[in-house]
């Protein structure tokens, strides 16, 4: 087999992890064309406090970056600015100059830990339609009909439910779409659950003489239960501001099938070749945690740095394997009575196990360790000033001091 | 019984020949206010080439003024200078400022035989709609749905057809009704296949804060076939800027059962209760033609003025019934051939019969008069230099003058 072109390689790597390419050949002639493509990623301009599950199309973004393209980071504020006219969501208010400015601070602060910015555009798009007048919204109305509008998967299951739909909401995918036209997008990253829109900005450029740009929709990534999409509010994400050590443990209490998917979605370091490697290696007998240790520390170092996720790796083999020094663990104040607290209540009053009567249970199957040490006895007590790493199995560690309640 | 209160009077005239009026017990109170109204109704920037039909409504905005309320004739230029921006519809090209201007004085020409001057305000909707910004029309989209939009009729239609539907076009109808909230009116006029429209100002108003406006739709006015309504391209309408004579000759021609329907939409002098009297009349014996007459008198005066409308009338006596000055009838210019031609042949060469056959039947009938005399020779010829007056029947007549063929 002859060697692989360099565009070729792009695109290997460019989908990677990527649901969807409209269209892969026009992609491939994109990229054949040498110059630095203009790679689209828009953003909603009221949450910029950012989970990894948000770094998914990040990645993606820095991946074009290091292909040597442009990245325009598109925060939609001419939108945001309007809020919801319909009044009907409370919690969707129009925000001010002012909020947009802050939320972009804190997008860059957050983003930049991915992405290149030197090769990062960040762009408002309240720039070209702060300019645009009622005529011209009408104008871009008239691009596109009711009947395609309401085949977007959402707008038809409400428009069954006879749910209603503000008439502003069809303006909104067109919004989006036109940005295409005045970034001069060649590319348009995304989630999938954003393909619609996305197309939209195939037909505008169309209409308006541009070639129409190639779509790439990223799968939602799942967060730590496996099961559900990562979010806040399901409380299953990691925090990109989070601690180093509250990014290794948490990366090291996934399965270890999310774990693969986390690889494909997030990891560099870990390339498809490599992945594809260790994979057979694990099933071949390799410890599928020392994987998801080099997957930790990967993350734990992009959102902070390499010297700061070593130390977390190191504070979790301490805590686990009674090893290192625990000192790298934070440390959590708990309180007892000034008579100390038997093991099992002082696990439980620790956050490590649910009841007592588990706590109890995990003693008798000798899965509680007290810096690094086995613990059974059921009548050992620890008091006021005690300092230590309590363990409960592999992944439930804390390192604690015990303090006189009050 | 009572008298008529001042405010059941004006109701009464106001809902003349009305096809529907929202709410009437609405309008019943605004009357009742004793302050002059502001009856609002909207017309094409495009068409300004009024027929009687246009006039239905005119009409009942004069009644409004009679009545001492302010009429508000609107021009939604803000529309047409946009035109057609789907391209759909290459005939409804963008107007210029100055095509608006040139047409706003050209309805002015037209609109002012009818309305009274000093009551009239004129507007136009690129006034408030120029000084709207793209985000001011998605706040305006945000105020209905997509589901209401779609239950005006001709969407409906389109929709089910799988007709496409720009979605601007559900922003047309919002401009509409907004604009009855930048004029603060109290009544809007249309005509019924405007009503889904005239409704929107309603709510529209009473989201920002204003009495919802009444809603008055009148009846389209069928044409002179009294079947189709009248419009230019069937054909079937009288002009407001036609000659007298042709307003008379028209008017002339209609059927009884659609004189009456005219005179409750067209008439001011005659009056529902004298209408009731006539047709009473009509019934006992009375001729419908000399009802007609008084009909196609008020138009003719109404259009160009009182001596025109009699100097027609005249004419129009003088071709059916060989009397009166022939002379006031327009002259119509046949060529013939050197030698003449024969009765027959001239009837159609003048356009009176539709072929040679029917003209001679005409003749056989006794039908046909030449200046007022019945003429049956089939051999009887007419030569160059010959000028007069041909009927056939008491609605087909023409003055023509008998020139050579070239």
Same mark, same amino acid.
């Given at each position: 087999?002859?060697?692989?072109?360099?565009?070729?390689?792009?695109?290997?790597?460019?989908?990677?992890?990527?649901?969807?390419?409209?269209?892969?050949?026009?992609?491939?002639?994109?990229?054949?064309?040498?110059?630095?493509?203009?790679?689209?990623?828009?953003?909603?301009?009221?949450?910029? =406090?950012?989970?990894?599950?948000?770094?998914?199309?990040?990645?993606?973004?820095?991946?074009?970056? =290091?292909?040597?393209?442009?990245?325009?980071?598109?925060?939609?504020?001419?939108? @945001?600015?309007?809020?919801?006219?319909?009044?009907?969501?409370?919690?969707?208010?129009?925000?001010? $100059?002012?909020?947009?400015?802050?939320?972009?601070?804190?997008?860059?602060?957050?983003?930049?830990?991915?992405?290149?910015?030197?090769?990062?555009?960040?762009?408002?798009?309240?720039?070209?339609?702060?300019?645009?007048?009622?005529?011209?919204?009408?104008?871009?109305?008239?691009?596109?009909?009711?009947?395609?509008?309401? !085949?977007? =998967?959402?707008?038809?299951?409400?428009?069954?439910?006879?749910?209603?739909?503000?008439?502003?909401?069809?303006?909104?995918?067109?919004?989006?779409?036109?940005?295409?036209?005045?970034?001069?997008?060649?590319?348009?990253?995304?989630? &999938?659950?954003?393909?619609?829109?996305?197309?939209?900005?195939?037909?505008?450029?169309?209409?308006?003489?541009?070639?129409?740009?190639?779509?790439?929709?990223?799968?939602?990534?799942?967060?730590?239960?496996?099961?559900?999409?990562?979010?806040? %509010?399901?409380?299953?994400?990691?925090?990109?501001?989070?601690?180093?050590?509250?990014?290794?443990?948490? &990366?090291?209490?996934?399965?270890?099938?999310?774990?693969?998917?986390?690889? !494909?979605?997030? %990891?560099?370091?870990?390339?498809? !070749?490599?992945?594809? $490697?260790?994979?057979? @290696?694990?099933?071949?007998?390799?410890?599928?945690?020392?994987?998801?240790? $080099?997957?930790?520390?990967?993350?734990?170092?992009?959102?902070?740095?390499?010297?700061?996720?070593?130390?977390?790796?190191?504070?979790?083999?301490?805590?686990?394997?009674?090893?290192?020094?625990?000192?790298?663990?934070?440390?959590?104040?708990?309180?007892?009575?000034?008579?100390?607290?038997?093991?099992?209540?002082?696990?439980?009053?620790?956050?490590?196990?649910?009841?007592?009567?588990?706590? %109890?249970?995990?003693?008798?199957?000798?899965?509680?360790?007290?810096?690094?040490?086995?613990?059974?006895?059921?009548?050992?007590?620890?008091?006021?000033?005690?300092?230590?790493?309590?363990?409960?199995?592999? $992944?439930?560690?804390?390192?604690?001091?015990?303090? &006189?309640?009050?």
């Amino acid at each position: 087999m002859p060697d692989a072109t360099p565009a070729q390689d792009s695109l290997e790597l460019i989908a990677r992890g990527a649901d969807e390419i409209l269209k892969r050949e026009e992609l491939e002639a994109r990229l054949a064309l040498g110059r630095p493509l203009r790679i689209k990623a828009g953003f909603d301009p009221t949450a910029p =406090d950012l989970h990894v599950g948000h770094t998914v199309l990040l990645n993606k973004m820095r991946q074009f970056q =290091d292909l040597g393209h442009q990245v325009i980071f598109l925060i939609g504020d001419f939108t @945001g600015m309007i809020g919801d006219p319909s009044g009907k969501n409370a919690t969707r208010k129009a925000l001010t $100059r002012e909020d947009v400015a802050a939320n972009a601070r804190t997008y860059a602060d957050q983003v930049f830990k991915v992405l290149d910015r030197e090769r990062t555009e960040l762009r408002f798009n309240s720039e070209w339609f702060g300019k645009m007048d009622a005529a011209d919204m009408i104008r871009l109305a008239a691009r596109h009909t009711v009947a395609r509008m309401l !085949e977007r =998967d959402d707008f038809a299951k409400r428009y069954t439910a006879q749910q209603p739909i503000a008439i502003h909401e069809f303006l909104y995918p067109l919004v989006q779409g036109y940005d295409s036209v005045a970034l001069e997008a060649d590319v348009e990253l995304g989630g &999938t659950d954003q393909k619609f829109n996305l197309l939209m900005g195939r037909g505008l450029q169309e209409h308006y003489g541009q070639k129409p740009q190639v779509v790439l929709t990223m799968p939602l990534l799942e967060g730590l239960d496996g099961v559900q999409k990562m979010s806040k %509010s399901l409380d299953n994400y990691i925090g990109i501001d989070e601690p180093a050590i509250d990014i290794v443990n948490k &990366t090291m209490k996934i399965g270890d099938a999310l774990m693969w998917k986390w690889i !494909e979605l997030l %990891s560099f370091e870990i390339g498809a !070749e490599e992945a594809r $490697r260790l994979r057979t @290696g694990v099933e071949a007998g390799l410890n599928p945690r020392d994987v998801k240790l $080099r997957l930790a520390r990967e993350l734990a170092a992009r959102f902070h740095d390499a010297a700061a996720a070593d130390t977390a790796i190191a504070g979790w083999h301490a805590a686990v394997r009674g090893e290192g020094d625990t000192s790298l663990l934070p440390l959590q104040d708990v309180a007892v009575p000034a008579e100390g607290l038997r093991i099992a209540a002082l696990l439980t009053a620790a956050g490590l196990t649910p009841s007592n009567s588990e706590a %109890s249970r995990k003693l008798r199957e000798r899965a509680v360790k007290v810096d690094g040490a086995v613990v059974e006895d059921p009548g050992r007590a620890f008091g006021p000033g005690f300092e230590g790493v309590l363990a409960v199995g592999k $992944r439930n560690f804390a390192r604690v001091r015990l303090i &006189t309640a009050p």
